[in-house]
C-alpha cells in the first residue's frame, strides 16, 4: 500500500485547539471560575452531541439497525454537526470499513498499528475517496447528501449558533467560547476516540475472540454505551450495544424511546438463541486451541468429544428457536399442543449442558485424557 500523505489541515485543527485549551483554561482560571450552569450546559452538550453521533452516524446510518423520519434525522444531524467529527457520510464510510477489515491494513484506524494510531493519529493522513458503492444506500438519502457537500457551513452553523446562545443566556461570551464550544469539542471527541483505541485494547471478550474489539463497562460510562463493543463487533445489525436491561447504554434507550413514541421503526436485534450459539461455538474454538497446544495423549479424540457436544447444543438451540418462532404464529388451540414439544427440547438442552460443562470442566483442568477414557 502506498504510504498515506499528512492531512495538515486536520493537524492544525486539532492540534490547534489542544494547544489554544492548555493556554487559555490556566488564563481563564485565574481570572474567574466556571459558573456551575455553564458546566451544566457544557456537559449537556457533550451528551447531546455525543448521543447524535452514536445514535445517528453510528446505529443509524452506519450499521441501519432501524428507521426513523426526516425530522429526527435533521435534528440528530445538526448535534452530529456540532460534534465537529466529519459529514455523516464519510463517517458511515469510514466505519463500514473498519468493520470489514478489522484490525488489518484496510482497517482506518486498526489498533494494530497503535493505541495512538487508533485513538488520534490516523485522522492525520489524508483518507481514501469514499468508494460510493459502499455506502450507495446512503447516498439516496437527501438530507446527508446535502450535510456532506455542505458540511462546513453546517459545523460551522452549528456551533456558532450553539456558542452565541449560551454566551447571551450567560452573558458571557467569552466563557462560553471557551468552554461551550472548545472544551466541549475536547471532551467528546476523546470521548468518542476512546472507542476505536481503548475499546479495543482494554475489556473482556465475552462474544467473539477473532477481533480486538472488548466489552468495558467504564468505556461505555464515557461513551454513550459503545463500550460494550465485543458484542458490537460480533452482532453490528443489532440497534443495541448493551443487551442487558442492566447496561448503561443510552443510546439504545433513546432508539427505544423514539420507537415508543412512534417516531422510529424495524429496531433490529440479535435473539438470546443465536447469541448462545456464538458463545458456545467460540467457546468450542478456544478449548480446541487449548487442546492442540497441550500435552494430551489423544489430542484428537478430545477435540471429536468438544466438536460432536457443540454441534448437538447448536442443534437443539436452533430446534427450540423453531419451535417458538412456530408458537408464535399458531392459535391459542395449536399453541397449547406445540408447549409439551417446547418443553421437552429444553429438557434436551439441559441434559446436553450439563453435559458439555463437565467435559469443559475436565479439558481446563488438564484431565481430558481421562475423559476420553471415560467415554
Known amino acids: 500500500m502506498k504510504p498515506k500523505k499528512i492531512h495538515w489541515g486536520t493537524i492544525f485543527y486539532i492540534g490547534g485547539y489542544h494547544l489554544f485549551l ?13 459558573s456551575a450552569a455553564l458546566i451544566i450546559t457544557m456537559s449537556v ?3 447531546v452531541s455525543g448521543i447524535a ?76 475517496e469514499i468508494d460510493k458503492k459502499i455506502i450507495s444506500d446512503l447516498y439516496r438519502n437527501k438530507l446527508l447528501v446535502f450535510q456532506h457537500n455542505h458540511y462546513l457551513a453546517c459545523m460551522i452553523g452549528s456551533n456558532v449558533l450553539v456558542f452565541l446562545l449560551c454566551g447571551w443566556i450567560f452573558q458571557d461570551y467569552w466563557a462560553s467560547f471557551l468552554f461551550i464550544w472548545w472544551l466541549r469539542t475536547f471532551c467528546l471527541h476523546h470521548t468518542t476516540w476512546f472507542i476505536n483505541s481503548l475499546a479495543h485494547t482494554w475489556g473482556e471478550q465475552a462474544y467473539s475472540r477473532e477481533h480486538s474489539a472488548v466489552d468495558n463497562y467504564l468505556i461505555c460510562l464515557l461513551t454513550y454505551g459503545e463500550g460494550y463493543h465485543n458484542y458490537h463487533h460480533t452482532f453490528a445489525n443489532d440497534y443495541r450495544n448493551g443487551i442487558r436491561w442492566y447496561h448503561f447504554d443510552p443510546t439504545k434507550w433513546l432508539i427505544w424511546t423514539l420507537h415508543k413514541l412512534g417516531l422510529a421503526k424495524d429496531l433490529k436485534t440479535v435473539n438470546d438463541y443465536r447469541i448462545q450459539k456464538q458463545l458456545i461455538t467460540d467457546h468450542k474454538n478456544l478449548l480446541v486451541e487449548q487442546v492442540k497446544g497441550s500435552f494430551f495423549v489423544h489430542k ?3 477435540e471429536n468429544i468438544l466438536t460432536e457436544l457443540n454441534e448437538a447444543l447448536v442443534s437443539k438451540l436452533g430446534t427450540i428457536q423453531e419451535l417458538i418462532e412456530k408458537y408464535k404464529t399458531l392459535g391459542k388451540q395449536e399453541r397449547s399442543k406445540l408447549v409439551a414439544d417446547i418443553k421437552e427440547a429444553k429438557k434436551s438442552f439441559k441434559q446436553s449442558w450439563k453435559e458439555w460443562k463437565v467435559v469443559v470442566r475436565s479439558v481446563e483442568k488438564g484431565n481430558g485424557d481421562k475423559l476420553v477414557a471415560c467415554k
Open 22 to 34: 492548555a493556554i487559555a483554561l490556566p488564563l481563564f482560571f485565574l481570572a474567574q471560575l466556571p
Open 45 to 47: 452538550l457533550v451528551f
Open 53 to 128: 453521533v452514536t445514535a445517528g452516524y453510528h446505529r443509524l446510518y452506519s450499521h441501519l439497525t432501524y428507521k426513523t423520519n426526516p425530522f429526527v434525522e435533521a435534528v440528530l444531524l445538526f448535534f452530529a454537526s456540532l460534534a465537529q467529527e466529519g459529514s455523516a457520510l464519510r463517517w458511515a464510510h469510514d466505519h463500514r470499513l473498519h468493520h470489514a477489515f478489522v484490525d488489518t491494513d484496510r482497517d482506518p484506524y486498526s489498533i494494530k498499528k497503535g493505541f495512538w494510531y487508533a485513538h488520534v493519529w490516523w485522522l492525520f493522513y489524508k483518507s481514501d
Open 300 to 302: 484428537e479424540k478430545i
